[in-house]
């Protein structure tokens, strides 16, 4: 698999907030790009979702509704995802992944071509 590029993870006081980044190896223009997050004994859960391309869509899991918003920088095929206030429940690997097609259903991380190696948040 040809890894993604994650970045920003780390250890953040509760309360703060955090911005991860995942630069994408190919045109940003089109395709679908997700975040995920995995707790330790817990199954990954996807976490927010973009479809890009004439319409562009996205989703956030009502786990992280309210806290958690993606933007995006095309010119640097770069997916942000920034989130606050943070938990001690949001301790977690966090992971991206994107495909240059749209990925159903998009939080089946093994559906997506392109995967990071993930960057771990922890929150205390």
């Known amino acids: 698999d040809v890894q993604l590029v994650e970045s920003g993870g780390g250890s953040v006081q509760a309360g703060g907030s955090l911005e991860l980044s995942c630069v994408v190896p190919?045109?940003?223009?089109?395709?679908?790009i997700g975040w995920f997050r995995q707790a330790p004994g817990m199954e990954r859960e996807g976490v927010a979702r973009?479809?890009?391309?004439?319409?562009?869509?996205?989703f956030i899991a009502d786990s992280v509704k309210g806290r958690l918003t993606i933007s995006q920088d095309n010119a640097m095929n770069t997916l942000y995802l920034q989130m606050t206030p943070l938990a001690p429940e949001d301790t977690a690997m966090y992971y991206c992944?994107?495909?240059?097609?749209?990925?159903?259903?998009?939080?089946?991380?093994?559906?997506?071509?392109?995967r990071g190696q993930g960057t771990q948040v922890t929150v205390s």
């Open positions: 190919y045109d940003f223009a089109y395709g679908c």
């Open positions: 973009i479809n890009l391309g004439q319409h562009t869509s996205t």
């Open positions: 992944a994107a495909d240059e097609k749209a990925v159903a259903p998009w939080d089946w991380i093994d559906g997506y071509m392109y």
